[in-house]
């Protein structure tokens, strides 16, 4: 049987690999052996895989148009760094207009205003991803059981304060770059937050209860990394 692999994975695999690509890079650029630009200039592909998975989560038209615009945008700067086609990118602002167009359109037709509330889901693990754009989710489920949140020059607002454990924990795998954003739990959880920050940060502002408790309090464990982006938990 073939293994699904999330789209919030393969985004992870995406950005990971680019990063390493880069580090190699530089480090063969420092040494003289090859000039860091031949190679750095292919780095709209990475925009072209994402905006590739984008289109293949199949959650409605915003994400499908989302990922053709990443992946037009990404075509179009590597058709210029390689030279084949020379033309002034910035006169493509006014798409962002469209795009903008669009999503009023759409939450319109939802019947649902921009910023009035959250859009509340009733699941028991979460799959989250923010690129380019952002989320705002209200979890609802009696056995909450962690997941994964992923942000990539995007934001979320992530409101866990609904939910309850059966388990003694539950575990939040995130990846943040270029991005960031909050993420509510309920006050009677201990958090623990294990992400590794480079060049960002985390801010624990919750209540942590004693672990003295009896029973022992409800354990959140926050893990995964933060790159030049930052992630605020609190009550």
């Known amino acids: 049987m073939k293994r699904f692999v999330p789209p919030n994975n393969i985004v992870r695999l995406i950005v990971g690999l680019a ?13 003289g052996i090859l000039s860091s630009w031949v190679v750095l200039r292919l780095w709209p592909v990475v925009l072209i895989a994402v905006g590739i998975v984008k ?18 945008v990404g075509l179009a700067l590597l058709v210029d ?8 990118l910035y006169k493509l602002w006014p798409l962002a207009l469209v795009a903008i167009g669009i999503r009023v359109i759409q939450r319109a037709a939802q019947g649902r205003p921009e910023g009035i509330a959250p859009e509340t889901l009733e699941v028991g693990r979460l799959d989250e991803t923010a690129i380019f754009g952002g989320i705002d989710r209200s979890i609802v489920s009696a056995d909450f059981l962690g997941g994964q949140l992923t ?6 607002e992530l409101d866990l304060s609904k939910c309850t454990m059966v388990s003694d924990h539950a575990k939040i795998d995130v990846f943040v770059m270029f991005g960031g954003g909050d993420i509510r739990v309920p006050e009677g959880w201990h958090v623990d937050v294990k992400v590794f920050a480079l060049f960002g940060g985390t801010d624990d502002k919750t209540v942590h209860p004693p672990p003295t408790l009896d ?8 893990d995964g990394f933060a790159i030049f982006g930052g992630i605020d938990l609190k009550n």
């Open 55 to 72: 289109m293949r989560e199949h959650r409605g038209f915003w994400g499908g148009f989302w990922g053709s615009f990443l992946a037009l």
């Open 151 to 156: 942000a990539v020059f995007g934001g979320f």
């Open 81 to 88: 760094n390689l030279g084949f086609v020379r033309f002034p």
């Open 19 to 31: 990063v390493i690509v880069a580090g190699v890079v530089f480090t063969l650029d420092n040494f």
């Open 215 to 222: 029973p022992p309090p409800k354990r959140l464990v926050v």
